[in-house]
């Protein structure tokens, strides 16, 4: 059974960063892609970054050039880096991976953009 544990998130500024962990317990980020997804309240649940198992990264629009993903397999741990974050991007947070017989998903961790 594979658990994903996020941690990281917290109340920030316009403007300020956060850095996301999202650790599994087994090695599956070094064969699977990992995806991380957001949900704003009143909206549905979006996917913001993806990595694929070789390392290929890529981003949703809105979020393109302030969010970086990253994953150290040694470590079986991914990230996610929020620079220049905005009021808009108050969302909770979630990492998931997924092999061809199932998905699984982080507890989710509440990030939230107010002065």
Not at 11 to 26: H, Y
Not at 40 to 58: C, D, F, H, Q
Request: aromatic content about 10%; glycine content about 10%; charged content about 15%.
């Amino acid at each position: 059974q594979v658990q994903l544990v996020e941690s990281g998130g917290g109340l920030v500024q316009p403007g300020g960063t956060l850095r996301f962990s999202c650790a599994a317990s087994t090695s599956i980020f070094s064969r699977w892609a990992v995806n991380w997804y957001r949900q704003a309240p009143g909206k549905e649940r979006e996917l913001v970054a993806s990595i694929t198992s070789g390392g290929t990264t890529n981003y949703a629009d809105s979020v393109k050039g302030r969010l970086t993903i990253s994953k150290d397999t040694a470590k079986n741990t991914a990230y996610l880096q929020m620079n220049s974050l905005k009021p808009e991007d108050t969302a909770v947070y979630y990492c998931r991976t997924s092999t061809v017989w199932r998905e699984y998903w982080g507890q989710g961790t509440q990030v939230t953009v107010s002065s």
